[in-house]
């Protein structure tokens, strides 16, 4: 069991080290893709509004 938490701690670790990293453009990439994934949304949410 120690072993295991020592393994994910360092993965964890690793990964958040690695976020890091890229996380100025990441960051950017990823609000700029929730936005026009809402922006689609609620585009359809209107179409089917629209239609019933």
């Known amino acids: 069991m120690d072993l295991l938490e020592?393994?994910?701690?360092?993965?964890?670790?690793?990964?958040?080290a690695d976020m890091m990293r890229q996380n100025s453009l990441s960051m950017v990439e990823g609000v700029l893709g929730v936005l026009k994934t809402q922006a689609l949304q609620g585009h359809i949410m209107m179409l089917l509004l629209g239609v019933s």
């Open 6 to 16: 020592v393994v994910v701690e360092e993965f964890l670790l690793m990964f958040s």
